[in-house]
T-cell receptor, first 115, second 117 residues
């Protein structure tokens, strides 16, 4: 158990709908990353937050948005869903040790199926 | 062009053999990070290592070792005395700074390793 939780584990929805994926990082981890893994696109980085602020943005579509709340949990909002958004969405949190070595801890993922 | 190339799509080895997974990256930045991740058949992602571009020392962690060579833009991963539990898809990734969007991450397409008992 990595200590990172993601809900829901599975989500089935229809095209055009909107869903929210939730991630709770490990206690004390300030960074949260979101990734998408699909058969077509492989693994892709979506976005990173650090202590509530957006730190880096990857291949995140305009239909998608994310935020990190004061309690450090994060939500990824996917709207106007298309069939191609069907994927496994991972979140990870990270911590840096005193030597500035960063370790990432991944949640179990949310499997989204858009019908 | 691919920023991260994992040319080996699938590898099979017999248990106890050593195996090296290749990773070649492309970047113009002098500051960047390289990663390896493991994804076992159960589907979760496991972080294995992050290496910064200024640290070319080889890293060893148990049966795992990593060889970082800037001269060939490679960050290869070796598993010594492979075990069945090492069967997984392994991803190499590159993170480099982007002035507009912060650090960008690029993943290779993965190498599927099967360790045969």
């Amino acid at each position: 158990d990595s200590g990172v939780t993601q809900t829901p584990k599975h989500l089935i929805t229809a095209t055009g709908q909107r869903v929210t994926l939730r991630c709770s990082p490990r206690s004390g981890d300030l960074s949260v990353y979101w990734y998408q893994q699909s058969l077509d696109q492989g693994l892709q980085f979506l976005i990173q937050y650090y202590n509530g602020e957006e730190r880096a943005k990857g291949n995140i579509l305009e239909r998608f948005s994310a935020q990190q709340f004061p309690d450090l949990h994060s939500e990824l909002n996917l709207s106007s869903l298309e069939l191609g958004d069907s994927a496994l969405y991972f979140c990870a949190s990270s911590v840096r040790d005193r030597g500035l070595q960063e370790t990432q801890y991944f949640g179990p993922g949310t499997r989204l199926l858009v019908l | 062009a691919q920023k991260v190339t994992q040319a080996q799509t699938e590898i099979s080895v017999v248990e106890k053999e050593d195996v090296t997974l290749d990773c070649v990256y492309e970047t113009r930045d002098t500051t960047y990070y390289l990663f390896w991740y493991k994804q076992p058949p159960s589907g979760e992602l496991v972080f294995l290592i992050r290496r910064n571009s200024f640290d070319e020392q080889n890293e060893i962690s148990g049966r795992y070792s990593w060889n970082f060579q800037k001269s060939t833009s490679s960050f290869n991963f070796t598993i010594t005395a492979s075990q069945v539990v090492d069967s997984a898809v392994y991803f190499c990734a590159l993170s480099e700074p982007d002035s507009n969007t912060g650090n960008q991450f690029y993943f290779g397409t993965g190498t599927s390793l099967t360790v045969i008992p």
